[in-house]
Nanobody, 121 residues
Framework: QVQLVESGGGLVQPGGSLRLSCAAS????????MGWYRQAPGKQRELVAT???????NYADSVKGRFTISRDNAKNTHYLQMNNLKPEDTAVYYC???????????????WGQGTQVTVSS
């Protein structure tokens, strides 16, 4: 069974840092674009950052200069390093990836289960 498993959320004070991880497991031939999204209470899910298989990155304006997305292709894992966290970063963070599956060779989009990030003093 193919799945994305997240880890690394939690409670942090303003100005602090957290690192989220998202590991893809199962029969996977290739991983293409990987990304992070977030959803705050009462708001729509929004893009935080994406990274292509070649390493090109894209960030939401609200996190530029504070968050860094990266990937380890050997581990089928991508990360989100979050520095200088602000209360407005509080949300459930979801990882996302386009995976070419070993079972049928098709490319499908997958979501992680979500991890809570709370920034509060």
């Amino acid at each position: 069974q193919v799945q994305l498993v997240e880890s690394g959320g939690g409670l942090v004070q303003p100005g602090g840092s957290l690192r989220l991880s998202c590991a893809a497991s199962g029969s996977i031939l290739s991983i293409y674009v990987m990304g992070w999204y977030r959803q705050a209470p009462g708001k729509q899910r929004e893009l935080v950052a994406t990274i292509t298989s070649g390493g090109s990155t894209n960030y939401a304006d609200s996190v530029k200069g504070r968050f860094t997305i990266s990937r380890d292709n050997a581990k089928n894992t991508h990360y989100l390093q979050m520095n200088n966290l602000k209360p407005e970063d509080t949300a459930v963070y979801y990882c996302n990836a386009n995976l070419r599956l070993g079972v049928d060779g098709l490319v499908r989009n997958y979501w992680g289960q979500g991890t809570q990030v709370t920034v509060s003093s």
